[in-house]
């Protein structure tokens, strides 16, 4: 009896469906979220998209103090924690076992939300989830919800799929809110409109906000004020309210949110009707899990020791908070991501930004580069699975490695080593050989044979010529060695090589 | 000790006065460097730019390069990290395990510059003399990577006439970044503008490091700039003694070639 050789996917060079994830244990197309709906795809290239940003001046500076302020307060309450390094290794450790019997999980997390009063909507999609909860607000007969600050809700479109049938959300996190009255986009997944200064803020709040103060600062409490006012009616007219989670608890059913401001709390306990979107990958398994991740998050997050609302709920309560629960379950890529055994451990990110605020490349860019609303770091490697990396092709490289992110994440993912691996992803997933693939072909070629390897550098030594005995090469040379003259000069190739210098001192013909 | 000197490709085609440093200076401290001719590249680049099944050859090359050898050390500390961090995982996901367990054994024999003066010969005062003032940039793989820590600042302050002055924002990185710098030229460019900034605010006369990349990023920055404060590697600075120093060592060896 002969059976068909299997093929060996880590080594198997015919391509998948483009934009597939690939390696080892991979099987065949599993779904990326769709196209035509959410926030993951930008539409421009990031190189495109960095150029234009980072001619803005009041983004860089407005940015660069952000950061850099942040920077500082969560490098000092990190370092105040004798065994921050254990904790990290704890985070970690919780989250690659969780991941590794998600199905699990998912399913006890089900049954204890329902036997508590919840219902489980399971959504394979952004499309899913947006008709699901658009179906759910329209059951209770509103026109109008109140959101708390959820990048779940922001990645599938949202807003916009409840405008399309007439609802109307209020963003209550204020700087979510700030986005949305502005017109524009969230660039940072904890401070969405990082981007804006006070003085933008405050003019943002006079033309948008009906019957604000026309005397308003841009003193930071006097905007506070503005926006509470603002916010406080919403609250109490809502009938429903929608959140993400930054937790879900397997074994009890409870569900958390971790904020700032006590606006998440207004809705999460006012309204009569709850509905949370949730990444399947925010589940933790027990209740005793959360103490790990309780003090990872805020101290790198926000830079404080402890958040001031940490708010969780479990199922409903007769009389007590929303009588109506219901917890949409969001795939949308995630199972794909899933079944990438190097870009996996992107799942086990709490959304925490501090690579994002350590990020040279984000700390100029800005968030809105990026094209998705996952911008910085974990962006560049979760946007592009999420999709399938062809169509967030230019976001693994948009990283110099320089392992800032690394460091400084809470449950430790080694994003560099997934850049890298996406990067080697698109690689492979390419029909026709590029250019770019063409030359690095015969360098390797070049590089793996010494005497192939020493005529390749007698030939670069040529480019001397060029230089016309200066030691600098002319700035106007030919794409792509233009892409580094245009800023940089480059060195004219020296007459011999070192290894040649060698052998001639040492004898030998090297 | 006998020392088996890896070059690197950069430095090897385009900057050799810093491995001629580098073998100069452990020749000074009295060991036996030899230099494998059959050697080209780690496989960095090919790797980090996406290349890895068409690096898998070039690190094959590498570990047979330097089979044998009982040390070996490399004026660069993104190379070694990529022999630490990369070279076996990319062979084994070729599915060459032999291989990839030679490559493992030949990783820990194998050390960045200063590294390699500290931990293992146990010297930082290795006798230079270098009479200017200078500043540090601690560039990301040997900071991040490898956790060379202050080595070469130790090694630095051990310099006879070096005036070492403090990097601001030391630990940023410069926006180089192997194909980054061409891929992404413009955000490069931005973090290499700051990082000049910081390097023109110390008025040192030259700007080191211990890669040879990094420092062609900033160099040919500084340089288009006309700035006048040139990047000079590690090892051209340790290798320098009263007998042989030049003032330009970004054009002319430190020591005669
Ligand atoms: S990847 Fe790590 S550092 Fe970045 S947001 Fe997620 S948890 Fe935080």
Redesign the interface.
């Known amino acids: 009896m002969t059976t068909a050789p299997e093929r060996d996917l880590r080594t198997d060079v015919t391509p998948l469906a483009p934009g597939a994830p690939r390696s080892g244990t991979t099987f065949l197309g599993l779904p990326t979220a769709p196209r035509g709906v959410g926030h993951l795809r930008g539409d421009q290239s990031f190189p495109e998209a960095a150029r234009t940003a980072l001619r803005d001046g009041q983004l860089r500076a407005n940015l660069g103090h952000a950061t850099s302020t942040i920077r500082r307060k969560r490098a000092n309450v990190v370092g105040e924690v004798p065994d921050w390094e254990q904790l990290r290794q704890a985070g970690k450790a919780v989250k690659t076992a969780t991941m590794a019997r998600l199905d699990e999980h998912l399913v006890e997390l089900e049954r204890q939300v329902t036997a508590r009063g919840g219902v489980v909507h399971w959504a394979r999609d952004a499309d899913e989830a947006n008709a699901i909860v658009t179906r759910l607000v329209q059951a209770t007969g509103a026109d109008e919800v109140v959101k708390v600050k959820s990048m779940a809700t922001q990645e599938i479109g949202l807003n916009e799929a409840l405008e399309d049938a007439g609802i109307t959300a209020h963003e209550t996190d204020l700087a979510e809110l700030i986005v949305q009255l502005g017109d524009d986009k969230p660039s940072h997944i904890l401070v969405p409109a990082i981007h804006k200064n006070r003085a933008e803020i405050r003019e943002i709040f006079l033309r948008t906000m009906q019957g604000v103060d026309p005397e308003l600062t841009d003193e930071p409490r006097r905007l506070a004020m503005a926006a509470r006012k603002h916010l406080r009616e919403r609250f109490l007219r809502a009938r429903v309210a929608i959140s993400g989670a930054n937790f879900a608890v397997a074994e009890t059913g409870t569900l958390a949110v971790v904020e700032s401001e006590g606006n998440g709390r207004m809705c999460l306990t006012l309204p009569q009707t709850l509905i949370t979107v949730m990444g399947i990958e925010k589940l933790v398994p027990t209740w005793r899990d959360l103490e790990v991740f309780l003090q990872l998050l805020p101290r790198s997050s926000t830079g404080e020791r402890m958040n001031p609302y940490t708010s969780m709920w479990t199922g409903v309560t007769p009389g007590d908070g929303p009588q109506e629960f219901h917890l949409v379950l969001l795939d949308n890529g995630r199972t794909a991501v899933l079944a990438d055994e190097v870009g996996r451990e992107a799942l086990h990110c709490i959304r925490c930004s501090a690579c994002l605020n350590v990020c040279p490349v984000y700390e100029r860019t800005g968030g809105h580069a990026y094209g998705s609303v996952y911008p910085g770091p974990i962006g560049a490697v979760l946007s592009p699975q999420l999709t399938g990396v062809e169509d967030n092709a230019s976001l693994p490289y948009a990283s110099s490695l320089c392992g800032a992110c690394y460091d400084a994440c809470p449950v430790a993912i080694d994003i560099p080593s997934i850049l890298v691996h996406l990067r080697a992803e698109h690689v492979e997933a390419q029909e026709k050989v590029t250019p770019e693939a063409a030359a690095f072909r015969v360098l390797a070629k070049a590089m793996s044979n010494p005497r192939l390897w020493h005529l390749t550098q007698r030939v670069a030594g040529l480019g001397r010529f060029l230089a016309r005995g200066k030691p600098t090469m002319p700035a106007a040379l030919p794409p792509p060695v233009s892409g580094w003259t245009r800023s940089r000069d480059l060195p004219a190739p020296p007459k011999q090589t070192f290894t040649q210098a060698w052998a001639r001192e040492h004898g030998g013909r090297r | 000790m006998k020392v088996a000197l890896f070059?690197t490709?950069l430095?090897?085609?385009?900057?050799?006065?810093?491995?001629?440093a580098t073998?100069r200076l452990l020749e000074r401290l009295g060991h036996e460097v030899v230099?494998p001719?059959?050697?080209?590249?780690c496989?960095q680049m090919?790797?980090?730019?996406?290349?890895?099944?068409?690096?898998v050859?070039?690190v094959?090359?590498h570990v047979r390069?330097f089979a044998g050898a009982e040390a070996v050390v490399a004026p660069s500390g993104s190379c070694v990290a990529s022999i630490h961090h990369?070279q076996a995982m990319v062979l084994r996901?070729?599915?060459e395990d032999g291989l990839a367990a030679e490559a493992e054994s030949l990783a820990e024999r194998t050390y960045e510059l200063s590294q390699f003066l500290v931990d293992v010969l146990g010297v930082t005062d290795v006798g230079a003399y270098y009479p200017h003032r200078v500043t540090y940039h601690p560039t990301?793989?040997s900071?991040?990577?490898l956790r060379v820590g202050d080595r070469p600042l130790q090694l630095l302050r051990a310099v006879r006439g070096l005036t070492l002055v403090e990097l601001p924002d030391a630990?940023?990185?410069c926006?180089?970044?192997?194909?980054?710098?061409?891929?992404?030229?413009?955000?490069?460019?931005?973090?290499?503008t700051?990082k000049m900034a910081n390097v023109l605010s110390t008025h040192a006369e030259v700007c080191t490091a211990g890669d040879a990349s990094c420092l062609?990023?900033i160099?040919?920055?500084l340089?288009?700039l006309r700035s006048g404060t040139r990047t000079v590697h590690l090892a051209e600075i340790l290798a320098s003694t009263e007998d042989a120093v030049t003032p330009n060592q970004?054009?002319k060896p430190a020591v005669p070639?």
């Open positions: 070059a490709c430095v090897d085609t385009v900057v050799p006065q810093v491995a001629m073998a230099v001719p059959g050697q080209a590249c496989g090919h790797v980090n730019t996406g290349y890895r099944r068409e690096a050859p070039i094959a090359n390069a990369q996901r070729a599915g990301c793989h900071l991040r990577l630990e940023s990185c926006g180089f970044g192997g194909t980054f710098a061409v891929k992404n030229a413009d955000t490069s460019t931005a973090m290499l700051d062609m990023h160099g040919g920055g340089s288009r970004t054009t070639a």
